[in-house]
């Protein structure tokens, strides 16, 4: 069976405050395949969010490489890799990233800017469904609870049917019912064959995954 996601012996490096450089991730690697569904742990400055960046083709490692369904991430053109990774990947983000002026209906359409996707009006209406939200279709974020924001969020990334949801702290705003939902989503994804790579510092949301994977900022490759 070919892995979903391969992350390879990934360093990265910034520069520090003065100009020294600050090592985020050395030599990391990690390989989830269908049905997977990965959390990621560790304490701030592990490089829990940069790993996951890279992993989604947002952030150039200074080494190593990222498979995502078999393909080189960093081996395509800036315009290759966008495009791919529209088709391939789901984000969910702690703090949702939502278009403050659309709609939620728009929001979560706004996969289609990128992408073709068959029937997405429909898929759209089934997910307001799904996550109790088709009442607010057409109000904007702004009139939402955090917790309506995160499920459009949720369902904006499960619009295009990816091979693999990043998530990064997804339940970190939310309630208990809330982050159930989520949860439960993330769970439901992996159990119906994508790929699920969680970073979280909630024990109750860790233990939802499969495996954990620790990472510590002293330490070069993780720990299971």
């Known amino acids: 069976m070919q892995p979903v996601l391969e992350i390879q012996n990934i360093t990265k490096t910034f520069a520090g405050p003065d100009?020294?450089?600050?090592?985020?991730?050395?030599?990391?690697?990690?390989?989830?395949?269908r049905g997977d569904?990965?959390?990621?742990?560790?304490?701030s400055g592990s490089g829990k969010t940069t790993m996951l960046l890279v992993a989604g083709g947002l952030l150039r490692p200074d080494a190593g490489a990222v498979r995502l369904a078999g393909e080189d991430?960093?081996?395509?053109s800036v315009a290759e890799r966008a495009a791919f990774r529209?088709?391939?990947t789901g984000f969910i983000f702690q703090e949702f990233h939502l278009v403050p002026y659309l709609t939620v209906r728009?929001?979560?359409?706004?996969?289609?800017?990128?992408?073709?996707?068959?029937?997405a009006h429909e898929r759209a209406q089934a997910?307001?469904?799904?996550?109790?939200?088709?009442?607010?279709?057409?109000?904007?974020?702004?009139?939402?609870?955090?917790?309506?924001?995160?499920?459009v969020a949720l369902g904006r990334a499960?619009?295009?049917?990816?091979?693999?949801?990043?998530?990064?702290?997804?339940?970190g705003n939310l309630d208990k019912e809330n982050a159930e939902i989520v949860v439960n989503a993330l769970?439901?994804?992996?159990?119906?064959g994508g790929a699920v790579l969680l970073v979280t510092h909630n024990d109750h949301v860790a233990e939802a995954a499969q495996r954990t994977v620790l990472l510590n900022p002293t330490v070069s490759s993780p720990t299971l």
């Open 19 to 33: 100009a020294s450089p600050v090592t985020a991730l050395r030599d990391f690697s990690l390989t989830l395949n």
């Open 187 to 192: 769970r439901e994804f992996a159990g119906t």
């Open 158 to 171: 499960l619009l295009a049917k990816p091979s693999v949801l990043l998530a990064d702290e997804p339940t």
């Open 86 to 88: 529209a088709r391939h």
């Open 106 to 119: 728009e929001n979560v359409l706004t996969p289609t800017l990128a992408q073709a996707i068959p029937n």
């Open 127 to 151: 997910t307001l469904d799904r996550f109790g939200l088709a009442h607010r279709a057409r109000h904007r974020p702004e009139a939402l609870s955090t917790g309506e924001r995160q499920r």
């Open 37 to 43: 569904f990965v959390a990621v742990r560790g304490p």
């Open 73 to 76: 991430l960093y081996g395509m």
